[in-house]
């Protein structure tokens, strides 16, 4: 199986690159085996705090750019890979996943691709709409996990208003899950230091002031709870990930 997480969001500022860090902490933390690609080329800062098997590729409307993606793929055939996406590549990366033809056709099914799409959504009406296209666009045919990022809106009653959201999530399956809040101050000094969240909050750590690492510690047994709810990232999901042999790979 070949395994690809996309962190998306598709707008700026909707909080990919924390999700993005809590998730290969998770990994980390879980002794899961897997790659890393930074894709956002203005501001890779997510692969500044986790250097490790990190990958930079850049998704770009540039023939010879685009061969550099197939990176992604290459990857994946050995360990389940995460890409944290830029702002505003939707239609590359359709583009590429489309383009070679990585859903229903003999390569897809050869190699048994599976793409995941981690959605970080802020309640806000264009975050929705954008969500909305991508699960038009894919019919299914990809996983979608729909991430409500609680630090930037507290409130999703709204939601209810949206009966295609409601339809097109039960028609493909979506997985939902709440992404805890990290308070600002918090999340400055971890940022401003330059620190993995495993440093932030180990316990000989002078890195932060003894209650601000319990709020921490208390973020992250919320958000590993949200991740462990899909299913998705799991010793037993990364152990079906088949290991192709490296004169397989092209």
Aim: overall charge negative; proline content about 3%; some cysteine.
């Amino acid at each position: 199986m070949a395994q690809i997480h996309f962190i998306d969001g598709e707008k700026g500022g909707v909080g990919k690159s924390l999700f993005c860090r809590v998730l290969l902490q998770y990994c980390l933390d879980k002794e899961l085996d897997f790659q890393f690609v930074e894709s956002d080329r203005t501001n890779p800062d997510v692969g500044a705090f986790y250097p490790d098997n990190c990958h930079q590729v850049f998704f770009s409307e540039q023939e010879k750019k685009s061969f550099e993606v197939d990176l992604i793929f290459n990857l994946s055939l050995k360990k389940p890979v995460f890409v944290n996406l830029p702002a505003q590549v939707y239609p590359m990366v359709t583009d590429w996943i489309k383009g070679n033809s990585l859903i229903d056709s003999e390569i897809a099914q050869e190699y048994n691709v599976q793409i995941y799409k981690w959605f970080l959504c802020t309640g806000g009406h264009d975050s929705i709409k954008l969500f909305l296209e991508t699960l038009q666009e894919f019919k299914g045919k990809i996983c979608h996990v729909f991430v409500k990022n609680m630090g930037l809106c507290d409130d999703w009653e709204h939601l209810k208003l949206y009966d295609e959201l409601k339809q097109l999530q039960k028609k493909y399956s979506v997985l939902e899950v709440e992404f805890p809040k990290l308070s600002s101050m918090e999340r400055n000094l971890i940022d401003q230091k330059q620190l993995t969240f495993a440093d932030a909050i180990r316990k000989d750590s002078q890195h932060l002031p003894i209650l601000s690492k319990q709020r921490v510690v208390n973020f992250m047994k919320e958000a590993y709870n949200a991740i462990e709810k899909t299913g998705l990232v799991t010793v037993e999901a990364f152990e079906d990930h088949s290991v192709i042999e490296k004169d397989q790979v092209a």
